[in-house]
């Protein structure tokens, strides 16, 4: 029910990444007890991989945007599928990732996650 596993699965190779900005966060970011759920969530994503002959790289940072563009770099990435998060942050970051990955050739494609309306 994810599209950017979906998407990604038409490729070769997938490099499944988390990465964590926590100061990027903003207001609405995650925090507390909701930081122990989501750490239960990417260890049974990663489980899942594993499976399935892959590993989920988490790497937390100050600067997602140059984060995933070193990513891009070292795994040989053309293509980050993404899901969109509808916060006022995360329209800005996304925009900044979308500028700074296509002048290094690289395609971010915004997918919808499984919310049930989109609050836009």
């Given at each position: 029910d994810n599209r950017c596993v979906e998407y990604g699965s038409f490729h070769s190779t997938v490099v499944p990444a988390f990465l964590w900005g926590q100061k990027e966060q903003g207001r609405w970011g995650v925090r507390g007890a909701m930081e122990v759920i989501l750490k239960d969530a990417l260890t049974s994503l990663d489980e899942s991989l594993k499976d399935n002959g892959m590993?989920?790289?988490?790497?937390s940072t100050d600067d997602s945007t140059k984060e995933l563009l070193d990513l891009c770099k070292e795994t040989g990435a053309s293509v980050v599928y993404c899901n969109i998060e509808h916060t006022p942050e995360d329209r800005a970051r996304?925009?900044?990732r979308s500028q700074?990955?296509?002048?290094s050739g690289i395609t971010l494609v915004r997918c919808n996650s499984s919310?049930?309306?989109?609050p836009a």
């Open positions: 590993q989920l790289i988490c790497r996304l925009e900044q700074v990955l296509s002048k919310l049930l309306y989109n």
